[in-house]
Nanobody, 122 residues
Framework: QVQLVESGGGLVQAGGSRGLSCAAS????????MGWYRQAPEKERELVAA???????NYADSVKGRFTIPRDNAKNTLYLQMNKLKPEDTAVYYC????????????????WGKGTLVTVSS
């Protein structure tokens, strides 16, 4: 129903900035909230930031003040602007979308992208 494709990953030096994008396609009417998760080597996947359809945001404590999560509902695109990057930010970043509850044709489970790797060098 919904496809999520991340882009923008790559190598960046500590202290630098990087922007990620997530393009949603398919039955985008099924999307409610969206967010970014990340998974570092030998660690569990964790929430980085999320944003509701109404623009309410939530950030992990580790990225507050450094990352922002803009969303363009008209373009069905989610962004993650990462500033003052640290080596510990190195991870595969995954785009996530939660399904709406008001349309019967939408699936129950979350939608996920395949991820994009961000490597921060020290």
């Amino acid at each position: 129903q919904v496809q999520l494709v991340e882009s923008g990953g790559g190598l960046v030096q500590a202290g630098g900035s990087r922007g990620l994008s997530c393009a949603a396609s398919g039955d985008t009417i099924c999307i409610s909230a969206m967010g970014w998760y990340r998974q570092a080597p030998e660690k569990e996947r964790e929430l980085v930031a999320a944003i509701t359809s109404g623009g309410v945001t939530n950030y992990a404590d580790s990225v507050k003040g450094r990352f922002t999560i803009p969303r363009d509902n008209a373009k069905n695109t989610l962004y993650l602007q990462m500033n003052k990057l640290k080596p510990e930010d190195t991870a595969v970043y995954y785009c996530n979308a939660s399904p709406t509850l008001i349309w019967a044709g939408c699936q129950d489970g979350d939608y996920w992208g395949k991820g994009t790797l961000v490597t921060v060098s020290s």
